[in-house]
T-cell receptor, first 107, second 117 residues
Framework: DVQLTQSPSSLSASVGDRVTITCRAS??????LNWYQQIPGKAPNLLIS???SLQSGVPSRFSGSGSGTEFTLTISNLQPEDFAFYYC?????????FGQGTKVEIK | QEQLDQSGAELKKPGASVKVSCKAS????????VNWVRQAPGQAPEWMGW????????KYADKFRGRVTMTIDTSTSTAYVELRSLRFDDTAVYYC???????????WGQGSMITVS
């Protein structure tokens, strides 16, 4: 199984900050990496697919990059509604696996 | 409007079975795989498997093989997941999620809380 390791597990930031979350894969997954945002009590919401393709309706302050085994999610100009959990997920093979998550908190 | 509507919360005893439903609307149901993902309290999501609504072919995660069955009723555009021999650590929110054309899960149900106690 592909193991995905996110870092950091949590971070504190202020409105307007730029934050970066890293996701490392245990093997080469090419560009099959997706990012989700989850508000507690709600279902995950797909933000970015295939490393950098922004889903319709997702603000442009979200961006993704990387390939192979190292990937990043960047949120520029953090907004109050961005304080949530973020998960990476690989779609290279089955079982589909998720990272353990990153909690973005208000400083 | 594309939507996945799931059945409600359930309380089960250890050893029992549970069947969760997921009714799709607003899109061509047979065009996209339906995945089942569960999330235990405070944990990351965990993929259980998928079903192709067109062929009814299934793929299960090894962890659940033998205990899980995913089925489809195309007449009502509804997917089902049944989990048997429930254990305390099966307590989780169970989600159905559509596999998008870009390989991510682009549409999710609201979740069904299953408590084993």
């Amino acid at each position: 199984d592909v193991q995905l390791t996110q870092s950091p597990s949590s971070l504190s930031a202020s409105v307007g900050d730029r934050v970066t979350i890293t996701c490392r894969a245990s093997q080469n997954i090419r560009s099959y990496l997706n990012w989700y945002q989850q508000i507690p009590g709600k279902a995950p919401n797909l933000l970015i697919s295939l490393v950098s393709s922004l889903q319709s309706g997702v603000p442009s302050r979200f961006s993704g990059s990387g390939s192979g085994t190292e990937f990043t999610l960047t949120i520029s100009n953090l907004q109050p509604e961005d304080f949530a959990f973020y998960y990476c997920q690989q779609s290279f093979n089955t079982p589909r696996t998720f990272g353990q998550g990153t909690k973005v908190e208000i400083k | 409007q594309e939507q996945l509507d799931q059945s409600g919360a359930e309380l089960k005893k250890p050893g029992a079975s549970v069947k969760v439903s997921c009714k799709a609307s607003g899109y061509e149901f047979t065009d996209r795989y339906v995945n089942w993902v569960r999330q235990a309290p405070g944990q990351a999501p965990e993929w259980m498997g998928w079903i192709n609504p067109y062929s009814q072919e299934t793929k299960y995660a090894d962890k659940f093989r033998g205990r899980v069955t995913m089925t489809i009723d195309t007449s009502t555009s509804t997917a089902y997941v049944e989990l048997r021999s429930l254990r305390f650590d099966d307590t989780a929110v169970y989600y159905c999620a559509r596999l998008g054309t870009s390989h991510g899960f682009d549409l999710w149900g609201q979740g069904s809380m299953i408590t084993v106690s």
